[in-house]
């Protein structure tokens, strides 16, 4: 099993819930993509890159599935206006408890066996006044759209992770535009960070799956060269 070099340290990816919704659910749809986060997870797994989400990501996936779980309730009782149930779910609904119970144990068991395997680390809640608090501010001071979004944002730079897994393009072009270049709503993210925190590093750098796949090949091949020459 190869370790990192203590000259490249880890990395910390933040993987925010349409990726780890699409690694768990999305494997029969694009064998393709998901064989690249099959590497990410594997990178993990072998304790080259850690990979983290957050607390909401549970929250959002735990939403999906009641959303696909009163889909498949109301066409089990032989309803057939398959767009109407659609429509449904973006409003007010009911689904069985004893359903929604079964569909939330799959999930938590699922979260627990890829911390188990050193794939996934869900960052616990302890902290949720600070990001909360940051996530408001990347609302009111950069144009990236939606709490949700930013609750993802906040809890990667509070956790110091150095690269964002998305495949949100709008969401990417976000951080690009508004943490990753020198601007007033950086700085003014920075300042709140440092304020909250006693931290002004705000070291994320957006990636999409592809991307954050030849990112982690370019740091092993690093890794692989510099160790052979401290071999040599």
């Known amino acids: 099993m190869m370790q990192p070099s203590p000259r490249f340290p ?4 933040y993987l925010d819930t349409n990726t780890v919704h699409y690694y768990r659910i999305g494997r029969a749809r694009d064998p393709q993509k998901v064989s690249k986060l099959n590497s990410i997870f ?6 080259r890159v850690k990979c983290a989400t957050s607390a909401y990501t549970r ?4 939403n999906f599935a009641k959303k696909a779980e009163y889909a498949l309730q109301e066409l089990e009782a032989g309803r057939t206006d398959i767009g109407k149930i659609l429509e449904e779910t973006r409003a007010s609904f009911k689904v069985s408890s004893e359903r929604m119970a079964k569909r939330c144990r799959e999930i ?4 627990l066996e890829q911390e188990r395997l050193g794939h996934l680390e869900l960052l616990p809640a302890e902290d949720v006044s600070i990001t909360w608090r940051l996530a408001e501010t990347l609302v009111e001071q950069t144009g990236i759209a939606g709490m ?20 949100d393009q709008s969401l990417r072009k976000g ?3 508004e943490l ?5 709503s950086r700085e003014a993210v ?4 440092f304020a909250l925190t006693g931290s002004e590093n705000l070291s994320i750098e957006p990636r999409t799956i592809d991307t954050t796949h030849v990112w982690i090949g370019q740091e092993l091949e690093k890794l692989k060269n510099a160790e052979g020459t401290g071999n040599s």
Do not use: K, N, Y
Request: hydrophobic content about 45%.
């Open 10 to 13: 880890l990395a910390w990816l």
């Open 42 to 47: 594997e990178d993990a797994e072998h304790g």
């Open 59 to 62: 929250f959002e996936m735990i």
């Open 108 to 111: 938590d068991e699922w979260f």
């Open 148 to 167: 949700g979004d930013c609750l993802h944002v906040a809890t990667a730079i509070v956790r110091g992770c150095s690269i964002f897994v998305t495949e």
């Open 175 to 177: 951080i690009q535009q």
């Open 180 to 184: 990753c270049a020198e601007s007033s």
């Open 190 to 193: 920075q300042q709140a960070l």
